[in-house]
């Protein structure tokens, strides 16, 4: 399978001139596409309407965004190494310590169901540049859920390198983590508590400098990953076949479905922010 059986059309540049896009997510409520610029401390906005606006500056080098039940935003911050949430009085922390100790920078995040906040937290946002310097406090690098009304969260998976994007199936039995060091994708059973099992490596991804790693990850309607690596993205099935690769002009950290049927698959790609138009749609949980 080729691009051309994933897609309707060729990509498309919305806009470029960024320093290095990333964390996508689309506001349904009010059809706009948030997004990060990591060095450049930045979530823009983005709809057909506006095009590109600033839409906080600064916002503590966020990386990963998503939007709860409630319609508010939410951030995965380097520099402040917390998830926050945008609310009508501000922007607050919801969680940035785990055992007393600072986490390290939270990277991507999803939210399920029942209100829990699955997150990353890896190293990245303690290097010059992206957040830091700073020093990791915690002695992993760790997946996380904080659930519902909780204060600190709890851990889920600690055995990785660098836990990066991540994703849970309609049914939320089953969690995808890749690991960018690893250069490979896992996926977990999910039990009824939110005890991980499995975990198991679903594919490796080929390595080659300059050439993009394992990053951010999505699932379309099919539960088929979207996945971005080496040269672009690669379109995974739940056994770990490779049903295509879509081939981008930069190296791609990230994406998500928007547009109001979520067939357009927005892309983050180093300087630039581009949109493909897909024959299946997404699945835009979290």
């Not at 994933?6 to 290095?20: D, N, P």
């Not at 060095?39 to 503590?60: F, L, N």
Request: proline letters at 5%; glycine letters at 12%.
């Amino acid at each position: 399978m080729q691009a051309s059986d994933l897609t309707a059309g060729s990509v498309e540049r919305i806009s470029t001139g960024f320093q290095f896009t990333e964390g996508p997510v689309w506001d349904r409520a009010r059809r706009c596409l948030y997004f990060s610029d990591i060095p450049a401390d930045t979530i823009y906005r983005y709809s057909d309407a506006k095009g590109v606006e600033v839409h906080r500056k600064p916002s503590h080098f966020s990386n990963g965004l998503t939007i709860d039940d409630q319609g508010r935003l939410l951030a995965c911050e380097h520099q402040a190494r917390r998830v926050s949430r945008e609310g009508a009085g501000g922007v607050e922390t919801v969680a940035d310590r785990y055992q007393g100790k600072r986490l390290n920078s939270p990277n991507d995040i999803v939210v399920a169901r029942d209100g829990s906040l699955i997150f990353t937290d890896p190293h990245y946002g303690l290097m010059s540049g992206l957040g830091g310097p700073g020093e990791q406090e915690q002695p992993h690098r760790g997946v996380y859920r904080l659930a519902p009304g909780a204060s600190e969260p709890t851990l889920l998976a600690s055995d990785f390198q660098t836990p990066n994007g991540l994703a849970l199936t309609k049914d939320e039995r089953r969690l995808y983590v890749d690991d960018t060091i690893g250069s490979h994708l896992r996926a977990f059973d999910v039990g009824d508590d939110w005890a991980l099992s499995g975990g198991g490596v679903v594919l490796e991804f080929p390595q080659e400098e300059g050439a993009g790693v394992p990053d951010g990850l999505k699932l379309d309607v099919n539960d088929n990953v979207y996945c971005t690596g080496p040269w672009g993205v690669w379109v995974i099935s739940p056994s770990g076949a490779v049903l295509g690769r879509i081939r981008m002009p930069e190296v791609t950290a990230n994406l998500n479905w928007g547009g109001d049927d979520a067939r357009a698959l927005y892309l983050t790609a180093s300087t630039g922010l581009y949109r493909l138009h897909c024959l299946t749609g997404g699945y835009t949980r979290g």
